[in-house]
C-alpha cells in the first residue's frame, strides 16, 4: 500500500474497532541483557564517544537493529496494530547526555522509522485484514520550557523555543522519511515544548512535507490531576486541540486505576479518538512493575466496555502478553464515539477558560 492508502486504513480500522498499541520497550531490552558493546556496536568507539553507552536504547536501531525487529514482531504477534519507533529519546537536546553528534542523531530517526515500517509491512502482508501501522515515537525532552531548571532563579530556563523546535524539526523530517504513517508525541510533561513539536510538523508541511496524523500523548505525573508543568486534563486539550489531532490521550506515571477518571474526563470534552496506556500498576520498592497482565487487561477492558477510549496499549511495565491480554478482553467491543465539536473558544493557562459562542 502507498502511505495515503495506509493512512485511510488506519482511520478505517478505527472506526471499525478499538485499536491496539503496543507496550514497553524499555522493559523487554532490559531483559535482552544487552551489553556496552551491544549499544556501541562498530559505530560508536569509547574513543570518539567517551562515556557510557549502555542504557541509550535509541542507538540500537543503529547497532543492533535486530533486536529493534525483534520487539516490533513480538508486539505485532501479541495482536498490536501499531507499533512504536524506537526513537523515544532520538533528538538533539536528549542525546547530548550521549554526546552524540547530528548526523547520528538523524540517522536514529531514519533507521527507526524503516525498521518499523519493515516489520508493520511484514505483518500487514501475513493478515491483509488486520494491517499493521508504524507510529512515529517522539518522547519528552530532558529540559523544560515551561518551568526553570533552577530553584532560586524562576526565569532560568535550560533551554529556549527555538532550539526545542529545531530539535524536533529533524526528528520529524527523518521519521517521515523513514516511513512512519504518523506521529506519537508522547509522554508530555510540558505543554510548551508538545507546541514546539506540533509547531515544526505543520511548518514542515507547510513546505511540503507529506502531511501525517498526530496523536498527542501527555501525562499525568500524581494524584492531583495535573501535567507536570501543572495544566489539568481539559487546559492540556485547550492547549493542543488546534492541531486537530488524530488521537488525544494520556500514557505513563500512572497505572490504569489511577488513570481512568483523567481519560474519563477527556472523552467528554475531546471531538477525536481517545487513547490510553497505562503502566503496569506503581512501580514496587524495587522500581519494579508487578502489575500481571489479566490484572492490566481487566481494567482497561473495562473503559472499553464503558465507551470512553479508542486505542489500549501498554507503557512502563507492561510486556507483549500485557498486550496480548489486552486485545483478547477488547476484542469485539465498540470503540468510542468522538464528542460534538464544540465552536466555543476555549482557553487555557493552567486552568481551562471557555467563552460560550
Not at 56 to 78: G, K, S
Not at 276 to 285: F, I, K, M, S, V
Not at 315 to 339: F, N, W
Amino acid at each position: 500500500m502507498t502511505r495515503s492508502e495506509r493512512i485511510a486504513a488506519l482511520h478505517a480500522a478505527a472506526r471499525e474497532r478499538i485499536l491496539i498499541l503496543d507496550g514497553s520497550w524499555g522493559v523487554m531490552f532490559q531483559r535482552m541483557g544487552l551489553e556496552e558493546a551491544d549499544f556501541r556496536g562498530d559505530r560508536f568507539s569509547e574513543a570518539a564517544y567517551p562515556g557510557q553507552m549502555k542504557g541509550n536504547n535509541d542507538i540500537l536501531c543503529l547497532t543492533r537493529p535486530e533486536r529493534v525487529t525483534e520487539l516490533h514482531d513480538a508486539y505485532f504477534a501479541a495482536g498490536a496494530d501499531i507499533s512504536e519507533t524506537n526513537t523515544f529519546s532520538a533528538t538533539m537536546i536528549a542525546q547530548d547526555d550521549y554526546k552524540l553528534d547530528a548526523d547520528s542523531v538523524r540517522d536514529i530517526n531514519l533507521e527507526g522509522a524503516k525498521l518499523a515500517r519493515a516489520a508493520a509491512d511484514a505483518w500487514t502482508a501475513k493478515t491483509p485484514d488486520k494491517p499493521r501501522f508504524a507510529a512515529g515515537s517522539i518522547g519528552p525532552l530532558n529540559k523544560m520550557l515551561s518551568m526553570s531548571s533552577n530553584v532560586n532563579d524562576p526565569g532560568h530556563r535550560a533551554v529556549m523555543f527555538d532550539e526545542v523546535y529545531e530539535a524536533y524539526r529533524m526528528q520529524v523530517k527523518a521519521l517521515n522519511e523513514g516511513g512512519v504513517d504518523l506521529y506519537l508525541i508522547e509522554t508530555i510533561t510540558d505543554t510548551l515544548n508538545c507546541k514546539a513539536c506540533i509547531k515544526a510538523i505543520m511548518d514542515i508541511e507547510e513546505e511540503g512535507m507529506e502531511k501525517l496524523p498526530i496523536w498527542i500523548s501527555g501525562t499525568i505525573t500524581d494524584r492531583s490531576g495535573r501535567t507536570l508543568s501543572g495544566q489539568t486534563v481539559e487546559a492540556f486539550w485547550n492547549s493542543v486541540r488546534h492541531a486537530k489531532p488524530f488521537a488525544i490521550g494520556f500514557n505513563c506515571a500512572l497505572g490504569a486505576d489511577l488513570m481512568r477518571p483523567h481519560i474519563a474526563s477527556l472523552s467528554r470534552i475531546a471531538d477525536t479518538l481517545v487513547a490510553a496506556y497505562p503502566n503496569a500498576g506503581l512501580p514496587n520498592e524495587m522500581g519494579q512493575y508487578d502489575e500481571t497482565p489479566g490484572q492490566t487487561s481487566c481494567a482497561v477492558g473495562g473503559w472499553a466496555k464503558d465507551g470512553i477510549v479508542n486505542i489500549l496499549g501498554g507503557c512502563c511495565g507492561t510486556t507483549p502478553e500485557h498486550i496480548a491480554a489486552i486485545a483478547k478482553a477488547v476484542a469485539g467491543v465498540k470503540p468510542r464515539d468522538p464528542a460534538p465539536t464544540s465552536h466555543d473558544m476555549r482557553l487555557a493557562g493552567l486552568e481551562p477558560f471557555v467563552l460560550a459562542s
